[in-house]
């Protein structure tokens, strides 16, 4: 025979009928209950201090309450012989779950030990008094203030059409959801970097007219670089960024989805609300149809958890909240670790830099934006260049000594200058020299007359420059013989013409085969004598 549940409001009419002045059968008959249980429920009211005629207004919520409680008798099956048993060796259970160890585990180290329990007694006895299998109470998490909480999440969305070359694309979308009021933006893109998350937050600043003051995204690499709970380390150019917007960043932690709630499971919305079963032809479309779900699908569909119309919400109490939206575009710096190559030169975006000579082989930290590029050497700003575009090259005379770029860069300017230093003769010697239509495949014959300068002497070499620029001589090698040939013997350079000894290679006349004659005597025969 099954038993019908009695439900309070049952109850609280049986009591009202009593106090009132109702007999039990009357009262039975109206409400559809057995006598007996009409009987049990005025024997517990009266075991409550109260009483047939005291009135309705008797019967208060605290009476009620407690002839409740006095009817919910708790079952009087008493515990066998195993729950005994999981009861004495409560700590040994206890201390193995701790431990982190299966409850099937636990079981077969008891049956080892000899103890025989049933596992499902087990199992109730570790729920019951060890809360075993009972998760943390989920706590929710607070909306905080209007305006200053933007939860920030990535993920992929659908494929596209395939274009031209028959090539298909699945694209991302980061997802930014205001905390207070569940308003959201969706920016689609291909790629996740640094430079597509900016780029996101000022479409997002623009959406929702302003700039909210914190946004908790999730460990992405593109803003945290490495993700620590009290300590992350973010990415400079995003961190920069948040400094010159104004912004903080509270990155989650890891595997921690609650402390992102508001956005956990919006990839999964977005994706199958927003992009999948629409005709979208490329990212563009995607960025309209993103745009459209935001404002009048999602934007316009009352929330579930705060029974409100987030756009409706969101115009209401956060907008006036947000910081405004700068009027100038943010200006998106690239930064680097180029090292000095042996040639001093540093690649920054695929364009060359150079530096002074201090920094070759060094590894420097380098900021380029739109216009300008500055390189780092720890806290000290090594140089500041103009930005190039890529194969681009900003090469500075004052990094190099100056005979090798005056070669590298071609300056026969320079060489001019240097000619003109060792006299008048010398230099008219250079120009005629780069006297021609390309002066630059020249320069190796200045850089030798500039040689034989060093060597004889600036004042030998212009007297000779002079002498051959008037026999119309312009040959730097015949300038070279003209003045070896006229270096007097003891005015040639030290070191040079060194003679030896000649005595240090004679030798006695024994040691020769052949006899030897005496100077002058070429008539002697071979057995050395004389006709």
Known sequence: MGFREV??????????????????????????????????????????????????????????????????????RERGESWATCAARRSFIAAKLGEGLLLTKVHRLLARAGVDVPYMTLYRFA????????????????????????????????????????????????????????????????????????????????????????????????????????????ALAFFEYAQARGFHIDPTRVQHPKD????????????????????????????????????????????????????????????????PVPSEPYDVPLWADPKIGPDQLAVVAKAFYSLPRRFRGKKLRARADSQTVRFYWKRELAATRVRQPPGGRDIRAEDYPEERFACAQRDTAFLRKQAAAHGPAVERFAEALLDVKLPWTRMRRVYALLGLCRRYGGERVNKACARALEAGLHDVHRLERILRLATPPNEMPAGRGKVLPIARYLRPSAQYALPLGRQGDHNTNPEGDKE
């Not at 694309?169 to 933006?185: D, E, K, L, N, Y």
């Not at 790629?191 to 937050?201: D, H, K, S």
């Open 127 to 234: 729920v019951a008094e060890l809360d075993f299998g009972r998760a943390a109470p989920s706590i929710p998490v607070a909306d905080g203030e209007p305006g200053k909480e933007l939860q920030v999440d990535t993920g992929w969305m659908t494929l596209l059409p395939a274009d031209d070359t028959g090539r298909q694309r699945r694209f991302r979308a980061w997802i930014f959801t205001a905390v207070h009021s569940r308003h959201r933006f969706v920016y689609p893109c291909f790629r996740e970097t640094t430079e597509g998350a900016i780029e996101a937050c000022e479409a997002a600043w623009q959406f929702f007219g302003g700039i909210f003051e914190v946004i908790i995204p999730d460990n992405t690499k593109v803003i945290v670089q490495v993700a620590d709970p009290i300590k992350p380390v973010f």
């Open 260 to 323: 992102k709630p508001r956005v956990e499971r919006a990839v999964q919305t977005v994706r199958e609300d927003c992009f999948r079963g629409e005709k979208l032809l490329n990212l563009e479309d995607a960025h309209r149809r993103a745009r459209h779900w935001c404002t009048n699908e999602y934007g316009m569909r009352r929330h579930s958890t705060t029974q409100r119309i987030p756009l409706e919400h969101f115009n209401a109490v956060e907008k006036a909240a947000l910081t």
């Open 7 to 76: 439900t309070m409001l049952e109850v609280k009419e049986v009591l009202w009928r009593w106090l009132d002045g109702g007999s039990k059968k009357t009262i039975a008959r109206h409400v559809g209950l057995a006598r007996n249980t009409v009987r049990t429920y005025i024997e517990a009211a009266a075991a409550e201090g109260l009483a047939a005629g005291q009135g309705v207004v008797a019967l208060t919520d605290e009476k009620l309450a407690a002839v409740l409680a006095r009817l919910r008798t708790p079952g009087s």
